[in-house]
């Protein structure tokens, strides 16, 4: 790769969200693919480069900090600057144990924040994402202890979120776990605001509703389809809906923005809100 632009990292980066945002930031940027499938990441940066968009995909495991260090040395390694980070990786209800989607949809976000924290410069930026069922769970429910000791003691972090989402039963505790990590990462991202912003970076959260995505459609039958019905907009999101979204929170322009999550559901939040007024009238 050239030295030319900078480069961003997009993890989860052969996803319905991550791939269009790839080929949205790949106009001004040299884009790095992370996953943990060496076949689609192959797929993906050949799709990329039929579009024009110059890319590389690296083989990734972000709950190894290890893994996670290295895929920033590779971004790095031709003497480029990572200026921006789109952190999509991350599993659904159905695709993993409660144990399994607290340690990556949670402490993987602590480990790609970490690390891009680490080298970030003034105009970088980490976006990360979420999920609008991050807003939906009731505050009492959520281990805001356990969110505090996340950077340090990950194991007793994890456990926190697990032991949280057995109040539900066993068949509801994969969804619980999703939803609690998903509100860590809204919490998690505001919490590092400061720190980005000492070094002139900054960290939003996105929250995306329904998706047509992959992992969208498989949670289809189990609970995304029915938010389409409380939404305003009655339809799956497109991922270049969200990917617009991403790509613009990442870029240079909104350089006061920071510290806050951004909610992408078809107005199935504001639907819901106001559902009971709208049957009085």
């Known amino acids: 790769m050239s030295t030319t632009r900078p480069i961003a990292i997009i993890t989860g980066g052969t996803g319905g969200m991550g791939l269009a945002t790839a080929g949205l930031m790949g106009h001004d940027h040299r884009i790095v693919l992370a996953d943990l499938d060496r076949t689609r990441l192959d797929d993906a940066v050949r799709e990329l480069a039929a579009a024009g968009v110059e890319a590389i995909g690296v083989v990734c495991d972000i709950t190894d900090k290890a893994s996670v260090g290295e895929l920033f040395q590779r971004a790095e390694s031709d003497g480029g600057h990572v200026r921006a980070v789109v952190h999509a990786a991350g599993i659904s209800p159905h695709m993993g144990t409660a144990e399994r989607i607290a340690r990556i949809n949670a402490t993987g976000t602590v480990n790609i924040a970490r690390a891009f924290l680490a080298r970030a410069a003034d105009g970088d930026a980490l976006v990360n994402v979420a999920s609008t069922a991050g807003h939906s769970i009731p505050k009492l429910l959520l281990p805001l202890r356990g969110f505090r000791i996340a950077e340090r003691r990950p194991d007793a ?28 990462v809204q919490w998690y991202s505001r919490y590092l605001a400061a720190e980005f912003g000492e070094r002139g970076a900054r960290v939003v959260s996105v929250s995306p509703g329904s998706f047509d995505t992959a992992m969208g459609r498989l949670e289809e039958n189990h609970g995304a389809g029915e938010l389409v019905k409380s939404a305003a907009i009655k339809r799956f999101g497109r991922p270049e809906e969200v990917a617009a979204v991403l790509a613009f929170c990442a870029s240079e322009a909104p350089g006061y923005l920071t510290g806050i999550d951004i909610l992408v ?12 007024t709208q049957r009085r009238r």
């Open 157 to 184: 972090f994890e456990k926190a979120i697990v032991s949280r989402a057995r109040f539900v039963g066993r068949k509801l505790k994969p969804g619980l776990a999703y939803a609690i990590s998903k509100n860590f």
């Open 265 to 276: 559901d078809g107005g199935t939040k504001a639907g819901k809100e106001f559902a009971k």
